[in-house]
Structure formats: C-alpha cells, structure tokens
C-alpha cells in the first residue's frame, strides 16, 4: 500500500477492488481547512468515471502494469484486433479500452497496450498522428489571417475542424488526446 500523495496522473490503482486508472490529481488546501487530494478516475472494467476526495494520510494499493506496442490490424465488431510485433501473437481488446481517440485508427498503427497479468486493461494511441484529408471545402487563397475553421472529413472517417488553408488531399498533423488539428504534415 502506497499513501495517496504518491500517485500521479496516469498511475493505475485498485481501488474498491477493482482496477482504475488516474485521470486528475490535484492537491487542494480550502482556506482554514484540512488538506486533501481531489482523484480522478475511470473504472477499467465498467468505463465510469469516479471523483474521489482523500485525506493525505489515506493508503491506496498503486498497480504495477506492463505494456507493449502492437500493431493495429483490423475492427471486429465491437473489438480491435492487434498483433505482438515480435511473437506475431493477436489479442483482441474492446474498443471502449482505446476511447475517443480511436476515431483516428488506421490500419498499421502501432498502439501502446497496457497489461495486468495476461489481461489487456487500457490502449493508447500515439500522442499525434498524420492522416489524409478526404474532402473538405475548398479554401480561399489568403485565408490564412484569421483562426476561423472548417469541418474536414479524414481518411478514418472522422471529422475534425482544420484552417481554411487546408485542402482536400492534405495530409496534416493531429493530436489524438483532444482531436485538435496541429500542423500540415512535411
């Protein structure tokens, strides 16, 4: 058991019983009163969010989960088919594991797979990745002085706002944690 001020965002914890991944950490002192840490996290099995308040002297079991980086192979349903890089092996994890961000999947893409034991319990893209633009309406030349956007259609199928400046068959740089256009790709 490991006291409350030692974890941080991302940590992995048992809590209740069941396996949790921290989302938010933050330590607050309210004027006069005692101190405390305000938790974020999000049940692995379930997929609920829990916002908890612990005293600093509270103990909570810290989870010591392994990962890897798979390849992306191909959508089953409701699951991700993956493969070991080095064994060839394939695992299937449910899509709710990866989140929003798996609206920019594609296919090749390695993905960072967390493991407790042999049980594959959360994934995550990389932090950026490069797609295509497939359509979009066609900019104005010059329109490059002000933030205004435009819904742009990519080739996973997702929809994102990008500057006016971009055109179909651009490929650009996106973050995958917010889905926020970055860059045009070089």
Not at 15 to 22: F, H, I, P, R, S
Not at 144 to 162: C, F, Q
């Amino acid at each position: 058991m490991a006291k409350v001020s030692d974890i941080s965002k991302g940590t992995f914890v048992r809590y209740n019983g069941e396996l949790a991944q921290v989302l938010e950490y933050e330590h607050r002192t309210p004027g006069n009163l005692r101190a405390f840490y305000q938790v974020k996290m999000r049940n692995l099995k379930s997929g609920r969010l829990i916002e908890q308040r612990f005293r600093p002297d509270d103990e909570i079991e810290i989870v010591r989960v392994h990962f890897k980086e798979q390849q992306y192979l191909y959508t089953d349903g409701n699951n991700v088919v993956c493969m070991d890089n080095e064994t060839y092996d394939q695992i299937m994890i449910n899509k709710e594991t990866i989140g929003d961000s798996i609206a920019f999947l594609k296919e090749g893409m390695n993905l960072k797979i967390y493991f407790d034991g042999e049980e594959p319990v959360s994934a995550e893209l990389p932090v950026t990745v490069e797609l295509e633009v497939t359509y979009t309406e066609p900019g104005m030349r010059g329109d490059t002085a002000t933030r205004t956007l435009k819904p742009a259609t990519l080739e996973t199928g997702a929809t994102i706002k990008v500057p006016l400046f971009v055109n179909t068959g651009d490929r650009i740089k996106i973050d995958t944690r917010t889905g926020d256009y970055i860059e045009r790709a070089k």
